[in-house]
Every structure is written in structure tokens, then in C-alpha cells.
């Protein structure tokens, strides 16, 4: 039988190698937290139905690899993105210096309006943190802006009777936060 779902998001990890987008991504499909894994070559692919408001949500989780000898081959899985998680770790000043270049790819590449979501990764390792939170919350709040009644989001409907055009609602802005993942 087919899975229904209401809205499809599209949702990329991005980010510098060895961030732990992987690890990230088996926590969130399987549950499980994943001591090591080896660099992703190319993409990964996940997906997970979840329900938000009471609307039921496929979310197509891409998981791209962060090496830099891939990123001409990643750079194609951006388009038609409603998201993105931009992963960087903690306790790696590097990956959170490259920060501005894979938002700059993901704004160019999927689009202007993406969503995207900081992530601090590998907060089990807080005593050799490299990155503060307030540098992290301070490249949040300078670089995101949501603005939900976009056109062009990304973001599909699953159901044909949802597809019906809404009054626009006041925008809302809301700068991505960093996370303690």
C-alpha cells in the first residue's frame, strides 16, 4: 500500500567532512546513536514520515558528503531543497569557518528562500570546544531570515486537496538557532 502523506520536504545535511552529518542522520531515521562511521561518498539517502500541527510530513533527508573532491558531484542533490541542516562540529574551529561557503551553495544551488538550521554537532565533547554558542547564535541570527509564505520554498503537497491557495498570513521572521546535537 502507498504511504500517504500531506506535505513532502525535500531536506538536506550539508557541511564540512567529519561533522557528523551521518551520524546525525541514522540517529534521526533509526534511533540509534552511531559510535563511528566512515566519510560518505557522494550522498546518502533517508527518509521519515513525522507529523507537525496535524499534518503528516515525509521528509527525504539527503545527506551529502562534506569532502571536498565531491562537492561537484553533491552540488547537483541541492535542487528543489525545502531545507537544510548545516552541520558544523564544535570542537572544529575549520568547519565552522566554512560555514558561509555551504550556505552560500545551498542558497545558490536550491534556493534563495531555503531554510536552513545551524547545528553544532558533538556536544559530548564540550571540554574541547573550539566554537563558542554566542559565535554560533551571533552567524544564526546574521545570516536567516524565514519568510513561510514564500513562493518557491521547496515544499510539496502530498495530498491533491491541500493544494489550495491559502490567505498569506503576516511574515514571520525567524533566524536559524544553533543546536546542541
Given at each position: 500500500?502507498?504511504?500517504?502523506?500531506?506535505?513532502?520536504?525535500?531536506?538536506?545535511?550539508?557541511?564540512?567532512?567529519g561533522?557528523?552529518?551521518?551520524?546525525?542522520?541514522?540517529?534521526?531515521?533509526?534511533?540509534?546513536?552511531?559510535?563511528?562511521?566512515?566519510?560518505?561518498?557522494?550522498?546518502?539517502?533517508?527518509?521519515r514520515?513525522?507529523?507537525?500541527?496535524?499534518?503528516?510530513?515525509?521528509?527525504?533527508?539527503?545527506?551529502?558528503?562534506?569532502q571536498?573532491?565531491?562537492?561537484?558531484?553533491?552540488?547537483?542533490?541541492?535542487r528543489?531543497?525545502a531545507?537544510?541542516?548545516?552541520?558544523?562540529?564544535?570542537?572544529?574551529?575549520?568547519?565552522?569557518?566554512?560555514?558561509?561557503?555551504?550556505?552560500?551553495?545551498?542558497?545558490?544551488?536550491?534556493?534563495?528562500n531555503?531554510?536552513?538550521?545551524?547545528?553544532?554537532?558533538?556536544?559530548?565533547?564540550?571540554?574541547?570546544?573550539?566554537?563558542?554558542?554566542?559565535?554560533?547564535?551571533?552567524?544564526?541570527?546574521?545570516?536567516?531570515?524565514?519568510?513561510?509564505?514564500?513562493?518557491?520554498?521547496?515544499?510539496?503537497?502530498?495530498?491533491?486537496s491541500?493544494?489550495?491557495?491559502?490567505?498569506?498570513?503576516?511574515?514571520?521572521?525567524?533566524?536559524?538557532?544553533?543546536?546542541?546535537?
Amino acid at each position: 500500500m502507498a504511504e500517504t502523506y500531506d506535505f513532502l520536504f525535500k531536506f538536506l545535511v550539508i557541511g564540512s567532512a567529519g561533522t557528523g552529518k551521518s551520524c546525525l542522520l541514522h540517529q534521526f531515521i533509526e534511533n540509534k546513536f552511531k559510535q563511528d562511521s566512515n566519510h560518505t561518498i557522494g550522498v546518502e539517502f533517508g527518509s521519515r514520515v513525522v507529523n507537525v500541527g496535524g499534518k503528516t510530513v515525509k521528509l527525504q533527508i539527503w545527506d551529502t558528503a562534506g569532502q571536498e573532491r565531491f562537492r561537484s558531484v553533491t552540488r547537483s542533490y541541492y535542487r528543489g531543497a525545502a531545507g537544510a541542516l548545516l552541520v558544523y562540529d564544535i570542537t572544529s574551529r575549520e568547519t565552522y569557518n566554512s560555514l558561509a561557503a555551504w550556505l552560500t551553495d545551498a542558497r545558490t544551488l536550491a534556493s534563495p528562500n531555503i531554510v536552513v538550521i545551524l547545528c553544532g554537532n558533538k556536544k559530548d565533547l564540550d571540554p574541547e570546544r573550539e566554537v563558542t554558542f554566542l559565535e554560533a547564535s551571533r552567524f544564526a541570527q546574521e545570516n536567516g531570515e524565514l519568510d513561510p509564505e514564500r513562493m518557491g520554498s521547496g515544499i510539496q503537497y502530498g495530498d491533491a486537496s491541500l493544494r489550495q491557495l491559502r490567505q498569506p498570513r503576516s511574515a514571520q521572521a525567524v533566524a536559524p538557532q544553533p543546536c546542541g546535537c
